[in-house]
């Protein structure tokens, strides 16, 4: 069974770095084992996908340069892009607070550069996703006719984030907004996990994973909903380096779903969502 993982940063060096250097993370670091991740070359990496059965990694940048002072992850995504072009899908990590110069950025990113996708991390820019300097993103996005992966869920230990900007309710606002629009919650929405499967289950343009929350409180919530109600609108995704991928695929295939369902989580739901 091919599998498209939606949420996969490799393990090398240079991507475990760029969360143990990042500001946003200082908390995060100091208080978890994270920083002892081993690193792996990007070769080893790839190949572990490869022995996973995953055809298709997404590769979501980060920007939230304004906010924490910290360069975009945007270069990283490209290097595996580039590394291995049938593998890896990039999304383009996307900062509201540079206005209409980051949306010329994604376009380019998005026509010539071959990113397919856009990356938004509402708490980290510290707006809700509804926001008003997210609507150009969204408008170009509908152009482009490419989607938007929304990071929805508690981030924990993170300095100044509050949680109302990580609320899935503000996306149901989005989806009306623009129905042509494709958007991806991440993690769940967790805590408001009946709130996300809500928001996934009235708007036909919205999918959801459960990446990080198969251990959480109320993860039953989504398991149950991907199993019947949005069976077709539900992801797989690693969330990988914080969780390991093989960990994440192992879990996920122990879930009780038909292999009906199974395929649909693990590939079918996701090229639907990426126009494949």
Known sequence: MSIIDFRYRPSTRESLDSFIKHPVYRDYIKLTPFASTPSKSLEACVAELRELGIDKAVYTGRDCESTYHYPSSNDLVYACMRTYPDLFIGFYGFDPHKKMAAVREFRQAVEKEGMEGASIEPCMAHLRSDDALYYPLYTVCCELNVPVIITAGLSPFMPDVSMDFMNPVYIDNVARDFPELRI?????GYPWMLEAVAVTQRNRNVYLDFSTCLAKPQAEVL?????????RKVLFA??????????????????????????RIFCLNGQEFLGL
Do not use: C, M, Q, W
């Not at 991806?184 to 769940?188: E, N, P, R």
């Not at 690693?238 to 395929?263: C, G, I």
């Open 238 to 263: 690693s969330a990988n380096p914080f969780v390991d991928v093989s960990k994440a695929v192992n879990a996920a295939l122990k879930l009780p779903f038909s292999p009906e369902v199974r395929e």
């Open 223 to 231: 398991i149950d909903a991907a199993a019947t109600d949005i069976s």
């Open 184 to 188: 991806l919650i991440s993690h769940g």
